[in-house]
C-alpha cells in the first residue's frame, strides 16, 4: 500500500494542516483527521473526523502514515504558557507515538519540528548537523518532542522523518505571524510600526511545504531541514510587499514591539541539500507567494 494511500493528520484544522488536507485531497487519499471542536477549515467530504485531542489516548487503526502537526507555534504564546506548550508540544507527541507504538498499519510518521531547536546559529547557511540548543519554550519543547521520536524509531522499530521549518507563510496563517501581519497592515496603512528590522529569516511558501511534506513521507529518513535556502531581513520584506501593493510603505522599529534579545534570533538561513536530494525543491518564489498570500488577505477585508 503506497504510504499516501491513508493516512492520519493531527493539526488539520491548523494553517500548514488544512493546506496538507486540500493538497492530499486532490491525490484521492483517505484522511482520518483528529480534531478538537469543529473542523470548520476542513469540511470536506469523504473526511473520517477522530473527535479528540492529545491530552488522551489516541487509536490510530488503519492508516499507513501519520502527519503530526498539532502544536502551539507561536513563540510569544509559548513564552507566555510554556506549561502548556510542554504539555501539547511534547507530551501531546508522546501520545501519538504510542498511538503508533500499538498501530498495525502505521509504517510512517512524519513530525513537523521548527528551526528554532538550533537557536543563535554558530554558523550559515545551517545545516541537520549544526548544534542544537533550545533558547525559549517552543524551541524546547520541540527538540524534547524530536528527542522522544527518535528514540520511538529506535527503540521499537517506527520509520520517521522530522521536518524542521524555518519561516512558512500563506494563506489561512495566523495574523500574528510575521507576513500576515506586514500585510494586514499594509493594506490599511501607508506606516508601519514593527519590531526588530534587521534580523532576516527564510521564508518558505505554504505550498512548497505540503509538497515536502509529501516526499517526506514517501522517501524521507531523519531529520530534514524544510526551507527555502534563502535570507531576506524584515526591511527589504516590507519593501517586497510594498511592491506588490503598488504603494510606498515607511516603516519604523518600535521598542515595545520588539522580542527580548535572549530569545531574538538575528539571521536564519538553511542548508537545504538533504531534502534537495530527495528531488524536492521550493518553487514558489518569494514575490509569487506574497502575491497570492496579499491576494487573500485582501479578499477578507
Keep these: 500500500m503506497s504510504k499516501l494511500e491513508k493516512v492520519f493528520i493531527t493539526g488539520a ?3 500548514l494542516g488544512s493546506h496538507l488536507v486540500d493538497c492530499l485531497t486532490k491525490h484521492g487519499t483517505t484522511i482520518s483527521v483528529l480534531v478538537r471542536g469543529q473542523p470548520d477549515r476542513i469540511t470536506r467530504d469523504g473526511l473520517c473526523v477522530v473527535q479528540g485531542d492529545l491530552s488522551h489516548p489516541l487509536i ?9 502537526l498539532a502544536a502551539i507555534s507561536h513563540v510569544g504564546r509559548a513564552l507566555e504558557n510554556p506549561r502548556q506548550t510542554f504539555e501539547t508540544n511534547t507530551a501531546g507527541t508522546l ?3 504510542e498511538a503508533i ?8 510518521l512524519v513530525f513537523v519540528s521548527s528551526a ?3 537557536g543563535e546559529p554558530m554558523y550559515l547557511p545551517i545545516d541537520e548537523g549544526h548544534p542544537v540548543r533550545a533558547q525559549e519554550p517552543y524551541a524546547a519543547s520541540k527538540l524534547a518532542a524530536e528527542a522522544f521520536v527518535s528514540a520511538y524509531s529506535s527503540a521499537y522499530g517506527i520509520p520517521i522523518a522530522i521536518a524542521r521549518l524555518f519561516n512558512t ?3 489561512r496563517q495566523h495574523p500574528d505571524f510575521v507576513i500576515p501581519s506586514i500585510i494586514r497592515r499594509a493594506l490599511t496603512q501607508d506606516a508601519l510600526m514593527l519590531g526588530n528590522l534587521t534580523p532576516t529569516r527564510d521564508f518558505t511558501y505554504v505550498d512548497d511545504i505540503v509538497e515536502a511534506f509529501l516526499r517526506l513521507a514517501e522517501t524521507g529518513k531523519g531529520v530534514y531541514n524544510v526551507a527555502s535556502g534563502v535570507e531576506i531581513s524584515i526591511e527589504a520584506l516590507v519593501a517586497r510587499v510594498a511592491e506588490i501593493l503598488g504603494k510606498p510603505l515607511t516603516i519604523s522599529s518600535q521598542r515595545a514591539q520588539r522580542r527580548s534579545a535572549a530569545v531574538e534570533i538575528e539571521r536564519m538561513c538553511a542548508d537545504i541539500s538533504r ?3 530527495l528531488g524536492w525543491k ?10 497570492n498570500t496579499f491576494t487573500w488577505y485582501r479578499d477578507q477585508l
Design 101 to 108: 507504538r500499538q498501530s498495525s498499519s502505521v509504517e510512517k
Design 169 to 171: 507563510y500563506g494563506p
Design 95 to 97: 501520545t501519538v507515538l
Design 275 to 277: 531534502i534537495k536530494a
Design 116 to 118: 528554532h531547536v538550533y
Design 282 to 291: 521550493p518553487r514558489v518564489s518569494l514575490i509569487d507567494g506574497l502575491t
Design 13 to 15: 484544522t491548523g494553517f
Design 60 to 68: 490510530i487503526s488503519d492508516a499507513s502514515t501519520v502527519f503530526h
